[in-house]
């Protein structure tokens, strides 16, 4: 076995490395720094431009505010000259002069070699939007740049454009908010969902402290899950004590069951029953537990025929419509597609206007882009039979949708491609 301290003189050999590169990197800032200064441009009067050897050239703000307006043309040259690229090679000055001119602190480190330059890059990359007042202010926090980490440093950030730009802040914080959101996956088959969100801060600690409170209670209680689960199940009662205070309608937890009756369920034959939230397969005892939890009420539907006709005249589509087609097709009916048909929009295949009825066997589920494709764009689509669609895309490519599915197919009855949802075969309209 190799001896650790066999590797010390390599490993010598590479910090040595290490330190020369960064001693090459300081000189090559200070270069710059010297190249800067002699090509500045500083005629504001003239909208950032001056003359140079009978042509114009303008000035170009790669640093933040107080930085020196360097020579459009001068930049190129440098640029090419440290083999960089265009874009890349200004951003890198813009670093280097943003520290120079407006971060003297974090300058002075880097030349004594107690900060790594690409630190410095990254500070810089942090200050370049602020006031030449709050750039100030976190260099003058940066007295020693070497043990600043990056949450310190948007700290510091954030506190320097509170303290210096205000308006700044508050259009920050106010768009920030627009983004907030709590979503509810799709169950999986345990069961189980998983949630994600974004809440205003005061929101997310309120709603950690009455989890916690909450769970730490179900503990006491004899509750003997992990303190994580105890948590979940936390959440779970929260909801439920939210929804005992309905006054629309039944308080607590509500359940819509659509029963299906078959002949092995009537003999007590056959595999194990499985049933379904939304298009996902639980197990009958999962959905045994839901249905014990105090405060249930339970809305018990007959099965939907998803094969039946029952059309309306009406353009409006009725829920038992809709929900015929959800539990039929499941996913949007456009190739590939998998986004859940409860999520769609509904279309008539064949145009109400056109004489199309409004009858689950007329209408597929296209979420909202593809039902857009196929309004806007060269997508057509024929229904073959019901549940099944046969697309022809903008080139000429056919793929039939059905449960099975997406499947490429052969198609040479190029004449008999169809307008938008045109039947090949006409609805069943009985």
Same mark, same amino acid.
């Given at each position: 076995?190799?001896?650790?301290?066999?590797?010390?003189?390599?490993?010598?050999?590479?910090?040595?490395?290490?330190?020369?590169?960064?001693?090459?990197?300081?000189?090559?800032?200070?270069?710059?720094?010297?190249?800067?200064?002699?090509?500045?441009?500083?005629? %504001?009067?003239?909208?950032?431009?001056?003359?140079?050897?009978?042509?114009?050239?303008?000035?170009? %703000?790669?640093?933040?505010?107080?930085?020196?307006?360097?020579?459009?043309?001068?930049?190129?040259?440098?640029?090419?000259?440290?083999?960089?690229?265009?874009?890349?090679?200004?951003?890198?000055? +813009?670093?280097?002069?943003?520290?120079?001119?407006?971060?003297?602190?974090?300058?002075?480190?880097?030349?004594?070699?107690?900060?790594?330059?690409?630190?410095?890059?990254?500070?810089?990359?942090?200050?370049?939007?602020?006031?030449?007042?709050?750039?100030?202010?976190?260099?003058?926090?940066?007295?020693?740049?070497?043990? *600043?980490?990056?949450?310190?440093?948007?700290?510091?950030?954030?506190?320097?454009?509170?303290?210096?730009?205000?308006?700044?802040?508050?259009?920050?914080?106010?768009?920030?908010?627009?983004?907030?959101?709590?979503?509810?996956?799709? %169950?999986?088959?345990?069961?189980?969902?998983?949630?994600?969100?974004?809440?205003?801060?005061?929101?997310?600690?309120?709603?950690?402290?009455?989890?916690?409170?909450?769970?730490?209670?179900?503990?006491?209680?004899?509750?003997?899950?992990?303190?994580? *689960?105890?948590?979940?199940?936390?959440?779970? !009662?929260?909801?439920?004590?939210?929804?005992?205070? !309905?006054?629309?309608?039944?308080? &607590?937890?509500?359940?819509?069951?659509?029963?299906?009756?078959?002949?092995?369920?009537?003999?007590?034959?056959?595999?194990?029953?499985?049933?379904?939230? !939304?298009?996902?397969?639980?197990?009958?005892?999962?959905?045994?537990?839901?249905?014990?939890?105090?405060?249930?009420?339970?809305?018990?539907?007959?099965?939907?025929?998803?094969?039946?006709? *029952?059309?309306?005249?009406?353009?409006?589509?009725? !829920?038992?419509?809709?929900?015929?087609?959800?539990?039929?097709?499941?996913?949007?009916?456009?190739?590939?597609?998998?986004?859940?048909?409860?999520?769609?929009?509904?279309?008539?295949?064949?145009?109400?206007?056109?004489? +199309?009825?409004?009858?689950?066997?007329?209408?597929?589920?296209?979420?909202?882009?593809?039902?857009?494709?196929?309004?806007?764009?060269?997508?057509?689509?024929?229904?073959?039979?019901?549940?099944?669609?046969?697309?022809?895309?903008?080139?000429?490519?056919?793929?039939?949708?059905?449960?099975?599915?997406?499947?490429?197919?052969?198609?040479?009855?190029? &004449?008999?491609?169809?307008?938008?949802? *045109?039947?090949?075969?006409? %609805?069943?309209?009985?």
């Amino acid at each position: 076995m190799t001896s650790r301290t066999a590797f010390t003189p390599l490993l010598t050999r590479l910090r040595a490395g290490v330190e020369q590169r960064e001693e090459s990197v300081v000189a090559e800032w200070a270069g710059i720094v010297e190249w800067a200064a002699g090509n500045t441009v500083t005629d %504001p009067a003239a909208g950032a431009a001056t003359i140079r050897d009978g042509f114009v050239d303008t000035g170009l %703000p790669i640093a933040g505010e107080g930085a020196p307006l360097v020579s459009e043309f001068a930049l190129m040259e440098l640029v090419a000259v440290l083999g960089r690229s265009p874009d890349g090679g200004r951003v890198y000055v +813009g670093r280097v002069l943003e520290c120079a001119w407006r971060l003297p602190q974090v300058y002075a480190s880097v030349v004594a070699g107690r900060l790594a330059p690409w630190r410095a890059e990254r500070i810089a990359e942090a200050t370049r939007p602020l006031c030449r007042e709050a750039a100030a202010f976190v260099d003058r926090q940066l007295f020693n740049a070497t043990g *600043v980490g990056w949450a310190q440093l948007e700290r510091l950030i954030a506190e320097a454009v509170i303290r210096f730009d205000p308006e700044r802040y508050e259009a920050e914080r106010a768009a920030a908010a627009d983004h907030r959101y709590v979503e509810v996956g799709a %169950p999986d088959g345990n069961g189980l969902v998983s949630i994600d969100g974004l809440l205003d801060a005061a929101d997310g600690r309120d709603l950690d402290d009455a989890i916690s409170r909450r769970a730490t209670l179900l503990g006491r209680l004899g509750n003997e899950a992990s303190l994580d *689960v105890r948590r979940s199940q936390a959440l779970g !009662d929260l909801a439920r004590s939210d929804l005992t205070l !309905d006054i629309e309608g039944t308080p &607590g937890r509500k359940a819509v069951l659509n029963v299906h009756i078959t002949d092995a369920t009537l003999r007590g034959t056959g595999a194990n029953p499985v049933g379904r939230w !939304d298009q996902t397969p639980v197990s009958a005892e999962q959905i045994r537990e839901w249905l014990a939890q105090p405060g249930m009420s339970v809305t018990v539907r007959p099965v939907v025929d998803v094969a039946g006709h *029952v059309p309306v005249t009406a353009y409006e589509i009725p !829920d038992r419509h809709r929900q015929a087609v959800e539990l039929r097709d499941h996913t949007c009916r456009f190739p590939y597609c998998t986004r859940a048909a409860m999520r769609c929009d509904l279309d008539h295949a064949q145009p109400h206007g056109r004489g +199309g009825p409004t009858c689950p066997c007329n209408l597929v589920p296209l979420c909202r882009r593809h039902h857009r494709a196929k309004t806007h764009s060269q997508w057509r689509y024929q229904v073959t039979k019901v549940g099944t669609c046969v697309w022809r895309s903008p080139s000429g490519f056919h793929f039939e949708v059905s449960h099975r599915g997406t499947h490429p197919v052969e198609h040479s009855d190029d &004449g008999d491609d169809p307008e938008p949802g *045109v039947f090949r075969h006409e %609805p069943d309209t009985r």
